[in-house]
């Protein structure tokens, strides 16, 4: 490498100004720690640049290094300027802030826990209030139910047809009632025994001469209906009405040996 | 000569060693961001500035990527540019036309002893223009090669050769 060249080639000053790539500084460097006429040639450059820039300095501004340590102690100084006593408030302050927040903390499960027991409290009355609910409900439906009933009964308008035990169960007995106008008939089944399971009560509209049975419907459910009084349509012009137990959905046409009850209605007989 | 054993000492956090570099540099560093600001007030406030980060990132200089100095006078004018860009400082300087270092020491009156007054101003008076512009953009804003021929519309070989002239003017200057 010519040395003299590299050195006329400008690059040192660029050097120096930092006005090269880091690349290109690294290389410079390293040219540097070899050749000391570089290194020479370089602080010289230095120096010139050092005074050129100090002659555009407002004055010298030696006094400002006092402004600039003490800042220098405020930024890392903290520690070393606060005494031990700080510190132990400090363990003093972590201690009670641990203590307290134990003690929030177990404020917040007492809390916790009795707003469990409150919600566990409200579901049970919840619960007990939706059962007293529906058993009014259910009781007024019942009284409802019962209200019909009576007015059915009372009705003028309403024919009433006993039937009457027969051979399979003497002690039976059922009162329909019968309003022509709406074409509905309440069977009144109090008095028919359980139907066995599987089976089912199917009541008749009966023609006399010849007889001829017309299906009305079943008595569905009978177990569980409390009153035992049964709503059916019945748009036949009957003669009589008469309940047999049949097979659970029901026949096309009665079984007359489980006959249950049977009754004429009156002014056809 | 660069006081490598004393820049050792700074980065192990010796204040001593940071005073002696603060003794050093700073009026160099001062007047580098002077040129930028044109304001003593804010370039007393960029320079201590300059020397706190001296002192916090001191262990980031290594000779391998250049020279002490360089590594101060990029970040004196990183700082000075910056307070160029600040908003309180804008208001402040907007009718300032561009300036560069050379307002200054032709309007400079009274020199420290550290520096070659009448060299200075002797040196100054024979500069060319070009030269003046040269020394501002490389030496005083930080411009790259590429950034001050395209600035001065200069070929980049020339950038090179032609600051190089300009500088052992000002060295013939000061040695004589």
Wanted: with cysteine.
């Amino acid at each position: 490498m010519d040395i003299q060249e590299y050195i006329e080639s400008g690059i040192l000053e660029l050097y120096v100004y930092g006005a090269l790539t880091q690349k290109e500084s690294e290389e410079v460097s390293a040219i540097l720690a070899q050749y000391p006429e570089v290194q020479q040639e370089v602080e010289q450059i230095e120096a010139a640049l050092q005074s050129l820039s100090s002659a555009a300095a407002p004055y010298n501004p030696e006094a400002l290094i006092a402004a600039i340590k003490s800042k220098l102690r405020n930024a890392d100084g903290v520690i070393q300027l606060q005494p031990s006593a700080s510190q132990k408030r400090a363990r003093i302050l972590s201690f009670i802030s641990v203590a307290a927040s134990i003690i929030f903390l177990i404020g917040i499960f007492v809390l916790l826990n009795r707003t469990n027991n409150l919600r566990e409290e409200l579901q049970t009355v919840e619960v007990e209030k939706t059962q007293l609910e529906s058993k009014l409900n259910y009781s007024e439906e019942a009284l409802q139910e019962t209200k019909e009933i009576l007015a059915v009964i009372r009705d003028p308008q309403v024919t009433k047809v006993p039937l009457a035990g027969q051979q399979v169960a003497p002690e039976a007995y059922v009162n329909v009632f019968w309003d022509k106008t709406s074409n509905k008939a309440y069977i009144d089944a109090m008095g028919l025994p359980e139907p066995p399971e599987g089976f089912v009560y199917q009541v008749w509209s009966l023609r006399l001469d010849p007889l001829t049975p017309t299906s009305m419907g079943l008595l569905e459910n009978f177990s569980e209906d409390e009153n035992k009084v049964f709503e059916l349509e019945n748009p036949n012009d009957s003669q009589a009405f008469g309940i047999t137990l049949e097979p659970a959905g029901g026949s096309e046409t009665p079984t007359m040996e489980q006959l249950y009850t049977l009754g004429v209605v009156q002014g056809n007989a | 000569m660069q006081p490598d054993e004393l820049i050792l000492r700074l980065q192990q956090k010796d204040e001593k060693a940071f005073e002696r570099i603060y003794a050093l540099y700073s009026e160099s560093i001062f007047g580098v961001i002077n040129s930028v600001l044109h304001d003593t007030e804010a370039s007393e406030e960029v320079l201590q500035d300059v020397f706190i980060k001296v002192w916090d990132n001191s262990e980031s200089y290594t000779s391998k990527k250049g020279r002490f100095f360089t590594w101060l006078l990029n970040i004196a004018r990183n700082a000075a540019i910056d307070k160029t860009r600040s908003k309180a400082f804008k208001n402040q300087k907007k009718n300032l036309t561009q300036e560069y270092f050379v307002d200054i020491l032709e309007n400079k009156s009274s020199f420290t002893s550290k520096v070659d007054a009448i060299g200075i101003k002797k040196y100054i008076k024979t500069l060319g223009e070009e030269c003046k512009k040269v020394i501002d953009l490389l030496f005083f804003k930080g411009y790259t090669q590429k950034e001050t021929s395209e600035e001065l519309n200069m070929p980049l070989g020339t950038v090179k050769t032609r600051n190089r002239l300009c500088i052992n003017k000002l060295r013939e200057i000061l040695v004589n």
